[in-house]
């Protein structure tokens, strides 16, 4: 396993000291400590950490809202700490994004194998974000062609195959994206 980038927010300086010793002994890199929920959201923009632990109740600000900043600037995998087994925590931290929650206290075997759930869960969850946004781009790419192809179709009397033939061309000749041709198509036939 490689070792991750970790960020510890947590008020407790104990807390965090065992936390700092099971993470190195676990192979894993401490890059920052945060004592409260606004240091925390200073640090991740400064260290860019693959995962967070992160308490929920800190001063300043608490963890909820320093994953929601944290989560909407850059995102990574967060793993909860809680002394509190209320509910409603469990679902607000759920809703930040946060992809695994510890009580407090917890066994030190539980960390590894949570940290390692929280980081596994946020890289799936990347990867298949990466893929919808690439489907939706192949759709809208498909859709542009198909619309440059039914211009150059009416304007020009072409089959839809010399249509497309000729988008390809210009794109391979001019060193483009289909797309971009088919977007200039699109735009050329608006303007008249």
């Known amino acids: 396993m490689e070792p991750w980038k970790i960020l510890i927010a947590e ?16 192979g894993h890199i401490v890059i920052g400590e945060a004592e409260d929920g606004q240091q925390a959201v200073e640090a991740a923009r400064l260290y860019k950490p693959d995962a967070i632990i992160m308490d929920i109740k800190m001063p300043m600000m608490d963890g909820i809202e320093a994953a929601r900043q944290i989560m909407a600037e850059k995102p990574c ?20 994004g946060a992809l695994a929650f510890l009580m407090k206290p917890f066994r030190k075997e539980d960390l590894g194998p949570a940290l390692e759930m929280a980081v596994r869960r946020f890289r799936q969850m990347q990867s298949q974000t990466k893929e919808i946004d690439e489907l939706k781009d192949a759709i809208e790419t498909r859709k542009l062609i198909e619309r440059a192809k039914g211009i150059l179709m ?6 839809e195959g010399e249509a497309f033939k000729r988008i390809h061309f210009q794109a391979r000749n001019q060193n483009k994206k289909m797309r971009e041709i088919a977007q200039s198509i699109i735009t050329a036939a608006d303007l008249i």
């Open 77 to 96: 995998a967060i793993l909860f700490l809680s002394s509190f087994n209320e509910q409603e925590l469990v679902d607000q931290a759920g809703e930040t």
């Open 154 to 159: 009416d304007r020009h009397q072409m089959s």
């Open 11 to 26: 008020d407790e300086q104990l807390t965090r000291t065992i936390i700092r010793t099971r993470l190195e002994r676990l």
